[in-house]
């Protein structure tokens, strides 16, 4: 999987989701992650999105888009 195949990222109140070019979705809920789970919501809002995933800078926090389809 890679960035182009990424063509939507949004968040909700308790996930962060992802939709690909072939329609899938997958989600990431914050409670799994503990910088996550504490993060404020102006810190989960600024993320980059990259090749290979979704970097939060403020909280030193990364999640690779494989691992949104692993479960």
Sequence with gaps: MNRTQVTKIWLTDTSIWI?????RKAEERFS???????????QRKNYVMSYFGIHWPDIDEDLSFEG???K
């Design 19 to 23: 939709e690909l070019t072939d329609g």
């Design 68 to 70: 949104f389809f692993l």
């Design 32 to 42: 799994d992650y503990v910088r996550l789970s504490k993060a404020t919501d102006e």
